[in-house]
Nanobody, 125 residues
Framework: VQLQACGGGLVQTGGSLRLSCAAS????????MNWFRQAPGKEREFVAA????????YYADFVKGRFTISRDNAKNTVYLQINILKPEDTATYYC???????????????????WGKGTQVTVSS
């Protein structure tokens, strides 16, 4: 599976972005999908996850209703809608896929099977 994230950019505080993660090589409809982010000098952190069917979503505590993860399996694409952007959201955002072992949606980066290249989100104050 090859993953390609896009949609990042430079936005002002309070703005919105919609990140996309397009998969190729094989269908991701049987994979749980995640978004992570990594700011300069910090570890990569979990942002959101969605199970393979799209029925269940999970978010990091810091999201606080501002982020929405969704997927369109027909398009082999996962999205991350980010609203009310803050300067602390500045980071490189990565999408990842993992097989639903034991029907668990993982949030640990170590459990991801595939990674895409990141897309940069910069929020100006």
């Amino acid at each position: 599976v090859q993953l390609q994230a896009c949609g990042g950019g430079l936005v002002q505080t309070g703005g919105s972005l919609r990140l996309s993660c397009a998969a190729s090589g094989r269908t991701v409809s049987t994979y749980n999908m995640n978004w992570f982010r990594q700011a300069p000098g910090k570890e990569r952190e979990f942002v959101a996850a969605i199970n393979y069917s799209g029925d269940n979503t999970y978010y990091a505590d810091f999201v606080k209703g501002r982020f929405t993860i969704s997927r369109d399996n027909a398009k082999n694409t996962v999205y991350l809608q980010i609203n009310i952007l803050k300067p602390e959201d500045t980071a490189t955002y990565y999408c990842a896929a993992h097989y639903p072992r034991a029907n668990i949606v993982a949030s640990s980066a170590a459990l991801m099977d595939y990674w895409g290249k990141g897309t940069q989100v910069t929020v100006s104050s």
